[in-house]
């Protein structure tokens, strides 16, 4: 880690999904690991992920973000960042325009996290798609895949299985009709994967390809880059070390256990400890 301000306090508004490590099962670990005030607003507390386990079992209370919100407001709590990620409904995503509304000044992170290789989760209906592009059209940063991007943009995923730098940096730039900043994941490239950056920098950076792939590594990225970003660092510098970390967790996770249960970020914590 580069650069190391004080710790800034962080309002999560993701789900919490008991098993299979992503949404705020990573992102309260990871985001406290490295030192920030982890608020999290779960949308709905669901038994497992939506990516293979099942029907999960869903604990949804359409009322008690709202009240949080209006609870922290009254108290007169602020927040340096509002992060959101995976959303169900239009309603959850109202959620985060409440939170926009009541600190305009928080730096807005939106993780449209909607889905993967080229299709929405199964779980999402359409209408999330335009419910995402509103609030990245009010966020400071967007943290896309390959396949949100071209949801949020409006474009077909080709079957473009080869990407040049200079097709993902176009592709990114283009994201900057709806936000100022944004890093977009999963360009396959060859033998690497690639990240592209446009707005605040503009970069493409690449890391050898792995030939597995696990839930949650978009939820382990995203708060990565917010803890190092909110730390001072440069958006360039945060998606790199980002990428690093989740190869390392991925390499670190026995290849032989069901990827359901998602990628090993446990015993990589200390990785994301800053030793003064
Ligand atoms: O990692 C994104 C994510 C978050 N939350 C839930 C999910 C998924 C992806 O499938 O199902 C519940």
């Known amino acids: 880690m580069q650069h190391y301000q004080p710790p800034k306090k962080i309002l999560c508004i993701h789900d919490l999904s008991g098993l299979g490590r992503c949404s705020l099962s990573v992102i ?3 985001l406290s690991a490295m030192g920030h005030q982890v608020v999290c607003l779960p949308t709905a507390v669901l038994s497992t992920h939506t990516g293979g386990f099942g029907q999960p079992s869903r604990m949804e209370n359409d009322t008690y973000g709202f009240a949080a919100l ?17 959303l169900e409904t239009p309603a959850q995503a109202q959620l985060v325009q409440k939170a926009y509304s009541f600190w305009p000044d928080a730096y807005k992170i939106v993780d449209p996290a909607m889905g993967d290789g080229g299709k929405l989760y199964n779980s999402l209906s359409g ?3 335009s ?3 509103q609030l990245a059209h009010q966020a400071d940063l967007i943290l896309p895949n390959l396949t949100e991007a071209h949801l ?13 730098r200079e097709a993902a940096q176009n592709l990114a730039d283009q994201l900057m009709e709806i936000c100022p900043s944004a890093v977009v994941t999963g360009f396959p490239m060859g033998k690497y994967v690639g990240c592209a950056g446009a707005g605040a920098e503009q970069f493409v950076q690449r890391k050898l390809l792995l030939p597995r792939n696990y839930p949650g590594t978009g939820d382990l990225f995203a708060a990565v880059v917010t803890g190092l970003l909110l730390h001072g660092n440069a958006l360039s510098a945060a998606a790199d070390a980002a990428a690093a970390f989740v190869s ?10 069901d990827p359901r249960f998602g990628v090993w970020f446990e015993p990589q914590l200390k990785k994301l400890i800053f030793q003064a």
């Open 28 to 30: 309260l670990p990871v």
């Open 248 to 257: 390392e967790c991925i390499l670190n996770t026995d290849p032989e256990a």
């Open 152 to 164: 949020l943009l409006g474009l077909d995923q080709s079957e473009q299985t080869d990407w040049t």
């Open 70 to 86: 209006d609870h922290y407001a009254q108290i007169g709590v602020t927040f340096d960042c509002i992060f959101s990620g995976y």
């Open 131 to 133: 419910a995402m592009a």
């Open 127 to 129: 209408e999330i798609v």
